[in-house]
């Protein structure tokens, strides 16, 4: 894959790996690998590197209301609007599910929030057209698909809190009502304001949308701290404990008690999925436990 940023500066990451089945873009692993790269090479030469996180909004709705066909149709045109736009300026990865990541090197925040702004009005203009051959009328029907979009940038942010910062730009668009780009404010960040974390619980569950939780042991997961694999949950409203026995992840367990609110919930097959609001400076002590146990 090729890079160019502003100006002359000209970076190659070629990835040989896989190209994600659905979207044709390279996948998750393929960021894994490219970031810590860019990090390096953007602090050496004393550049920015801007990360655009974007989600699909109300994507349940195309999976369950025409079919995971569809859905798929959906990320494909999503994503091959996004490749485009950033084209020799960037890469796209699918972060997964319908969330979609964008490295831009040599990019300051300004220039992504603009990127990010035509690539969300690109969207919008581009209604997806149903499948022809069907008998029914609503088959021509175009389905309108909008994106919500958080712009995060190094150095201003950290690199190690990149797709963090990113991410809670995300939700900040999401909150102010969806199909809108956000930037990460380091200057404003208000500690008192909660993280959403992304969890992973291996067994069924019953929590559900609004309930108080304790996640009472909780892991890295894919070496980020915003999606953690829970194997023990605590509900204090009701008084149940839920626990699912799994392998431990590289690196071992971190053993906390992290209390928070559930925002979203989401079954899948035998795992539950679920939106997580904890408060800021608990997500901040957790980090640096990481740093001092990796160093």
């Given at each position: 894959m090729s890079f160019m940023g502003s100006g002359e500066f000209q970076l190659e990451f070629p990835w040989t790996g896989e190209l994600d089945t659905v979207t044709g873009i390279p996948p998750r692993k393929a960021l894994d690998s490219s970031l810590p790269l860019l990090l390096r090479i953007m602090g050496q030469e004393d550049l920015p590197l801007?990360?655009?996180?974007?989600?699909?909004?109300?994507?349940?709705?195309?999976?369950?209301?025409?079919?995971?066909?569809?859905?798929?149709r959906v990320l494909r045109h999503v994503s091959c609007?996004?490749?485009?736009?950033?084209?020799?300026?960037?890469?796209?990865?699918?972060?997964?599910?319908?969330?979609?990541?964008?490295?831009?090197?040599?990019?300051?925040?300004?220039e992504a929030d603009r990127t990010a702004e035509r690539i969300r009005r690109s969207i919008y203009d581009s209604p997806?057209?149903?499948?022809?051959?069907?008998?029914?009328?609503?088959?021509?029907?175009?389905?309108?698909?909008?994106?919500?979009?958080?712009?995060s940038t190094f150095p201003s942010v950290a690199g190690s809190e990149l797709l963090v910062?990113?991410?809670?730009?995300?939700?900040?668009?999401?909150?102010?009502?969806?199909?809108?780009?956000?930037?990460?404010?380091?200057?404003?960040?208000?500690?008192?304001?909660?993280?959403?974390?992304?969890?992973?619980?291996?067994?069924?569950?019953?929590?559900?949308?609004?309930?108080?939780?304790?996640?009472?042991?909780?892991?890295?997961?894919?070496?980020?701290?915003?999606?953690?694999?829970?194997?023990?949950?605590?509900?204090?409203?009701?008084?149940?404990?839920e626990i699912a026995e799994g392998p431990v992840p590289p690196g071992g367990p971190i053993t906390a008690e992290i209390r928070g609110r559930v925002i979203a919930v989401e079954r899948r097959g035998t795992s539950t999925f679920f939106s997580f609001e904890v408060e800021a400076e608990v997500l901040d002590l957790m980090f640096h436990y990481l740093q001092d146990r990796d160093s």
């Open positions: 801007s990360v655009i996180m974007i989600d699909i909004d109300h994507f349940k709705n195309f999976n369950d209301k025409w079919g995971h066909d569809t859905g798929d609007i996004i490749r485009e736009a950033v084209k020799y300026r960037g890469e796209a990865y699918r972060y997964g599910g319908e969330e979609i990541t964008l490295l831009l090197p040599n990019t300051s925040s300004d997806l057209e149903r499948e022809s051959g069907k008998d029914d009328a609503s088959s021509q029907i175009p389905l309108s698909v909008t994106i919500s979009l958080g712009v910062a990113a991410d809670q730009a995300l939700y900040d668009a999401k909150k102010g009502g969806r199909n809108r780009v956000a930037v990460y404010n380091f200057q404003k960040k208000d500690e008192s304001l909660p993280v959403v974390l992304d969890v992973r619980f291996p067994a069924a569950s019953s929590i559900s949308e609004g309930s108080y939780i304790i996640l009472t042991r909780w892991f890295r997961h894919r070496g980020e701290l915003t999606e953690i694999e829970a194997r023990q949950i605590s509900d204090p409203g009701r008084g149940v404990r």
